[in-house]
């Protein structure tokens, strides 16, 4: 089944939280940081494979956007220059599976946005050793239920947004060790009301997005320690 295109909810609209973790930087920009401070944020979009060739970004680069980039292959592999990486968007770009396993080298990796591409379930595996992983944006890609066994091996995975993906009841199931939950957005998929009560009753004090209204067990008081 292709991509499904959707409008209105998707994770931009929702990361406000995450993206306060890198409040210590100042807005991203194209422009060269000032004479005497360090670039820790660049944001491009619509860029091509020889406009990244050419960049100049300092290896401690924090903050990297390029929604939108026509980019190949070798494009995905200069992410591993930047080890610094904490915020990284890709949406509609053309990674690949394949591509994935370049970011495999970004250790210090917390927030990741891979909305509207044609990342499949067979390129999860490659984000399982991305364990300071926090905001993981998967929207409108082409992932199944059995894919998300990968990213029960993510300990600080946050926030969560699968929408318009192809998971189901059946998927959440592996989603249930994820002790530091706090938001899985589950916008225009087969999951049903019956399968978020299941999956709370593992993790009663994670709030699930179903649609325009937010599913908490109200019995719960508090996260899991």
Same mark, same amino acid.
């Given at each position: 089944?292709?991509?499904?295109?959707?409008?209105?909810?998707?994770?931009?609209?929702?990361?406000?939280?995450?993206?306060?973790? #890198?409040?210590?930087?100042?807005?991203?920009?194209?422009?060269?940081?000032?004479?005497?401070?360090?670039?820790?944020?660049?944001?491009?979009?619509?860029?091509?494979?020889?406009?990244? %060739?050419?960049?100049?970004?300092?290896?401690? #680069?924090?903050?990297?956007?390029?929604?939108?980039?026509?980019?190949?292959? *070798?494009?995905?592999?200069?992410?591993?220059?930047?080890?610094?990486?904490?915020?990284?968007? @890709?949406?509609?770009?053309?990674? +690949?599976? %394949?591509?994935?396993?370049?970011?495999?080298?970004?250790?210090?990796?917390?927030?990741?946005? #891979?909305?509207?591409?044609?990342? +499949?379930?067979?390129?999860?595996?490659?984000?399982?050793?991305?364990?300071?992983?926090?905001?993981?944006?998967?929207?409108?890609?082409?992932?199944?239920?059995?894919?998300?066994?990968? @990213?029960?091996?993510?300990?600080?995975?946050?926030?969560?947004?699968? *929408?318009?993906? *192809?998971?189901?009841?059946?998927?959440?199931?592996?989603?249930?060790?994820?002790?530091?939950?706090?938001?899985?957005?589950?916008?225009?998929?087969?999951?049903?009301?019956?399968?978020?009560?299941?999956?709370?009753?593992?993790?009663?004090? +994670?709030?699930?997005?179903?649609?325009?209204?937010?599913?908490?067990?109200?019995? %719960?008081? %508090?996260?899991?320690?």
């Amino acid at each position: 089944m292709g991509i499904r295109v959707f409008t209105g909810i998707g994770c931009l609209s929702f990361l406000i939280v995450p993206v306060l973790v #890198l409040a210590e930087d100042k807005p991203s920009s194209d422009a060269p940081a000032p004479l005497g401070r360090v670039q820790r944020s660049a944001t491009y979009t619509a860029i091509t494979d020889e406009e990244v %060739a050419k960049l100049s970004l300092p290896a401690s #680069l924090r903050r990297l956007s390029l929604r939108n980039s026509r980019l190949s292959g *070798n494009s995905f592999a200069r992410m591993g220059e930047w080890k610094e990486l904490q915020y990284l968007l @890709l949406d509609e770009t053309p990674i +690949t599976d %394949a591509d994935l396993r370049h970011l495999q080298t970004l250790p210090r990796l917390r927030f990741l946005s #891979l909305a509207q591409t044609s990342v +499949t379930s067979q390129g999860l595996i490659h984000l399982e050793g991305l364990k300071e992983l926090k905001t993981l944006c998967l929207d409108g890609t082409a992932i199944n239920d059995a894919s998300l066994v990968h @990213l029960a091996q993510l300990p600080k995975l946050e926030w969560l947004y699968l *929408n318009a993906t *192809n998971v189901t009841d059946a998927g959440l199931i592996h989603l249930r060790e994820l002790k530091s939950l706090r938001l899985l957005s589950v916008v225009n998929t087969q999951v049903t009301a019956d399968g978020i009560r299941r999956f709370h009753e593992f993790r009663p004090t +994670t709030r699930v997005r179903q649609g325009t209204v937010s599913l908490l067990d109200k019995s %719960a008081t %508090a996260p899991d320690s």
